[in-house]
């Protein structure tokens, strides 16, 4: 019980804010010239119409903070603010045209604006202020709605767009573009079936955009598989005490060790067993009596140490499909074919 009661506590502290200095520098001076751009503008518009109603409207400050601050934010993109804002002040006019300047308007304009916001797609919590501010002062002149309220949205929205993308926020926020370099793309498709399913049964408004969402979720899952594939190392994967030839082996025998074997490359030692070569059918197709006379000198080998992930470019980029496994000294400890390294992902995957 005493847990419980803790945990409901907690839920009354301030999650940290995790941007930098220069982001919410970024914020304080766009939401700053956002205001003033919507007063300058509609103090001059108003004048130039010889409207005597009032050039600013408060919920617009509401409307600020979600525009220049959390740009990315469903409801703080451009048909959510300028349709929020407006249709709730229109809601809220009509209220008190039908029920007077009274409690039950104020009441009813709320309700309205969200109703009105929700079926519209222009879900914005500073409409909610606006619907209250229009019912609280009894207005039910028509124009109201369409100046100041109209014309400051827009005015806010134009601020909105210059700014957020001269600083690198774009707006209208595009969704994230999360480049899928790894990972198996049915098990990145399941995560988006599975959000559905989680955001179905949670029934709620989330203040983030799905697709979102889904990147965040993708991202982490990507950054697992790639930290799966760091802690898999060669020596987990590798055939270990591979066949080897000498180099002074008749090309013949080891064509024989070959077929034999059913391997595609053979590894060729001295007599301490250090790597001095690889040699494949191609290399003995081409003649000579010895192993020593065709085999490739110096391949390319992996260490015990290395990981997965490091492997992966080195078949993939470079066309070899066996690699020796050496270690220190070049001391031949084993073989890495491309049915091991498939084999391992298959694994990663599974276990994703």
């Known amino acids: 019980m005493l847990r419980l009661l803790q945990d409901w506590l907690r839920g009354f502290v301030p999650a940290p804010t995790r941007v930098?200095?220069?982001?919410?520098?970024?914020?304080?001076?766009?939401?700053?010239?956002?205001?003033?751009?919507?007063?300058?503008?509609?103090?001059?518009?108003?004048?130039?119409?010889?409207?005597?109603?009032p050039w600013l409207v408060a919920p617009l400050g509401a409307s600020a903070v979600l525009v220049f601050c959390a740009p990315s934010s469903p409801m703080a993109q451009p048909w959510p603010v300028i349709g929020g804002d407006t249709l709730s002040a229109l809601a809220a006019v009509l209220c008190v045209r039908w029920l007077g300047h009274s409690e039950l308007a104020v009441a009813v304009a709320v309700g309205a604006a969200i109703a009105v916001m929700l079926a519209l797609r222009c879900l914005h919590p500073p409409g909610g202020a606006a619907a209250l501010l229009t019912a609280l002062g009894g207005v039910g002149d028509p124009h109201f709605v369409l100046f100041p309220v109209l014309a400051d949205t827009l005015l806010l929205v134009a601020a909105g767009l210059a700014y957020n993308n001269a600083t690198g926020r774009s707006y209208p926020h595009r969704p994230i573009e999360l480049r899928r370099a790894a990972g198996d793309p049915k098990t990145l498709s399941q995560l988006g079936l599975e959000l559905d399913r989680l955001l179905a049964r949670y029934n709620q408004v989330f203040d983030i955009?799905?697709?979102?969402?889904?990147?965040?979720?993708?991202?982490?899952?990507?950054?697992?598989?790639?930290?799966?594939?760091?802690?898999?190392?060669?020596?987990?994967?590798?055939?270990?005490?591979?066949?080897?030839?000498?180099?002074?082996?008749?090309?013949?025998?080891?064509?024989?060790?070959?077929?034999?074997?059913?391997?595609?490359?053979?590894?060729?030692?001295?007599?301490?067993?250090?790597?001095?070569?690889?040699?494949?059918?191609?290399?003995?197709?081409?003649?000579?009596?010895?192993?020593?006379?065709?085999?490739?000198r110096d391949p390319r080998v992996?260490?015990?140490?290395?990981?997965?992930?490091?492997?992966?470019?080195?078949f993939a980029g470079t066309g070899h499909h066996h690699l020796p496994v050496v270690a220190p000294g070049r001391r031949l400890v084993g073989m890495m074919t491309e049915s091991n390294l498939v084999a391992a992902l298959a694994r990663v995957g599974g276990a994703s």
Request: hydrophobic share 45%; net charge neutral.
């Open 20 to 53: 930098d200095g220069r982001e919410r520098l970024r914020m304080v001076v766009g939401a700053a010239l956002g205001i003033a751009v919507v007063g300058l503008g509609a103090h001059a518009l108003g004048a130039w119409l010889g409207l005597s109603s």
């Open 209 to 296: 955009a799905r697709e979102d969402l889904l990147a965040l979720l993708e991202g982490t899952h990507l950054q697992s598989y790639r930290r799966r594939l760091d802690d898999i190392r060669c020596a987990d994967l590798m055939s270990p005490d591979p066949i080897a030839a000498r180099p002074d082996m008749p090309s013949g025998e080891a064509s024989a060790l070959l077929r034999r074997h059913r391997v595609k490359a053979l590894p060729v030692v001295d007599g301490e067993r250090r790597l001095v070569g690889i040699v494949t059918p191609t290399d003995l197709a081409r003649g000579g009596a010895t192993v020593g006379e065709v085999m490739t």
């Open 302 to 314: 992996a260490g015990e140490s290395s990981s997965l992930a490091a492997l992966i470019p080195l």
